[in-house]
């Protein structure tokens, strides 16, 4: 088995208000595997479709290069998000 360890991740969502940008801030300061890094959103807005949205970017670290302490595996399941 190959020992490798993620480093980290960043993560980009698509969420409809800015009361669900803080929501998911807050969603991802209480998990306790991982520190974020960094965590931003930018207001978009869609013409065609007359619609606001906000674009959501987290970075999430895991181990530090140099302190590998959390071994982690993702598994992506369509429909269902990332689950850890």
Not at 5 to 26: K, P
């Amino acid at each position: 088995m190959l020992g490798k360890f993620l480093l980290n991740t960043v993560e980009t969502y698509r969420v409809s208000t800015v009361s669900d940008v803080e929501e998911l801030h807050e969603e991802f300061k209480a998990d306790e595997r991982y520190e974020i890094a960094s965590f931003s959103y930018t207001t978009k807005y869609d013409k065609k479709e007359d619609v606001e949205y906000q674009v959501v970017k987290v970075k999430k670290v895991f181990n530090a290069e140099k302190v590998l302490t959390n071994k982690i595996d993702i598994n992506y399941v369509e429909g269902q998000g990332v689950e850890f």
